[in-house]
Structure formats: C-alpha cells, structure tokens
T-cell receptor, first 117, second 114 residues
Framework: GAVVSQHPSRVICKSGTSVKIECRSLDFQATTMFWYRQFPKQSLMLMATSNEGSKATYEQGVEKDKFLINHASLTLSTLTVTSAHPEDSSFYIC?????????????FGQGTRLTVV | AQTVTQSQPEMSVQEAETVTLSCTYDTSESDYYLFWYKQPPSRQMILVIR??????QNATENRFSVNFQKAAKSFSLKISDSQLGDAAMYFC???????????FGTGTRLKVLA
C-alpha cells in the first residue's frame, strides 16, 4: 500500500541556519502533499498544502518565507526551515493524498524531529 | 471552519476490557470524512478507522468501532478487548471530502493496564 517516507527522522541544527526536510511518496505519485507541525504533547497543526508544479498554499499564521515548500516532482516535497530558531524546534509530519480515484485518505510519513540549538 | 474536540486528555483501560474515546466536531461542510488515528511512541500516524459522513451505518474494523451521531456531531471510538499494543495517543480528525487536509483534535492518551 501507499508509503510515505520522510528524511531525516531527526535533525539538530544551529540557530540561524536552514534545514531541509524531504517527504517522498515511495510507490505512488502524489500531486498534493501536506505539511503538519506537532509541538510536544499537542495536536498536529496543518501548515501548508504542497502542490506539484505550483506554489504551496499556507495556512493562516504560517510564515511562507520562514517555511519554504517545494514540490518539484510527483514524488517529492521539501520543507525548508530558514534561519531556524529554538522556537522552531518541533515534530514535522508530511502526508500525501493516497493513490487512485477512489482514495479516501491521506498517508503519513514517519515525521522529522527538528531541534534547533 | 472545522473544529475537532477531544475532551479526554487521558484514559486508562484494563487489558481485555472495553474503552470508549470521545470526539465531537463542528463543520459547515456537507461532505466530509471522520477519522481516528493512532500515534504510538514512534510518532507514526496509523489509521484506525474512517467514516464517511453520508453513511448512517457505523464503521467497524475488527476490535475498533465508532458511534457516529451526525446530528450531535459526535464520533466516539470504542476499542473492545483492549490489548497492550493499543496504548498510544489517539487523534480524531475530520476532512472535507476531496481535500485530504485534516483538522485534528488535541488527542487522548490511552493507557492499557496489564
């Protein structure tokens, strides 16, 4: 079945640097992917919708210049956290619309834990 | 706008017993799905069960079933014969049909006692 993979699973970066997180659909093409953020012991909050070949759509309150999303192919979306600060430390999860016309759900990656020191 | 409320931050159940997790939601959409996801310590989101809002029949998946009350906007999850492996965070979510964008509740941590 549909598999979504994120890389890396964990990353530590220094404050002020940028870090890129990859989300891949391994066995299907995903024209639409989604990025969520999950703070410790909290829910998943949708950050943006990533559309292949076009600009991402950001949710209200999410800084598009801070969280750069690129969906350059049908199997890969990337989230770049620019000029990261400790408050950006969080768990980031991507999902992709499942394959096929009759799909009813999205499939989630295993998440990336970002720590900014 | 869509909102999902889970009023139980934590629940405990004895192994082999039954537990019900509560979820209420609010949506202006006419076509939508409801989901329960399990998030174990690995943080991988695992689909437990889904319900199409237009279907009156409650969804079931083995030991997992839902009580979907559309008028009351309630979508509770019943876990029967609880197992130690059921221990996890459980998130209730809704999505407008065709969007695949999920609005999640705040989660319920389920502990299973041996």
């Amino acid at each position: 079945g549909a598999v979504v993979s994120q890389h890396p699973s964990r990353v530590i970066c220094k404050s002020g640097t940028s870090v890129k997180i990859e989300c891949r659909s391994l066995d299907f093409q995903a024209t639409t992917m989604f990025w969520y953020r999950q703070f410790p012991k909290q829910s998943l909050m949708l950050m943006a919708t990533s559309n292949e070949g076009s600009k991402a759509t950001y949710e209200q309150g999410v800084e598009k210049d801070k969280f750069l999303i690129n969906h350059a192919s049908l199997t890969l979306s990337t989230l770049t956290v620019t000029s990261a600060h400790p408050e950006d430390s969080s768990f980031y999860i991507c999902s992709a619309r499942g394959p096929g016309q009759g799909t009813t759900e999205a499939f989630f990656g295993q998440g990336t834990r970002l720590t900014v020191v | 706008a869509q909102t999902v409320t889970q009023s139980q931050p934590e629940m405990s159940v004895q192994e082999a017993e039954t537990v019900t997790l509560s979820c209420t939601y609010d949506t202006s959409e006419s076509d939508y799905y409801l989901f329960w996801y399990k998030q174990p310590p690995s943080r991988q989101m695992i689909l437990v069960i889904r319900q199409e809002a237009y279907k009156q029949q409650n969804a079931t998946e083995n030991r997992f079933s839902v009580n979907f009350q559309k008028a009351a906007k309630s979508f509770s999850l019943k876990i029967s014969d609880s197992q130690l492996g059921d221990a996890a965070m459980y998130f209730c979510a809704t999505s407008r049909t065709g969007t695949y964008k999920y609005i999640f509740g705040t989660g319920t941590r389920l502990k299973v006692l041996a």
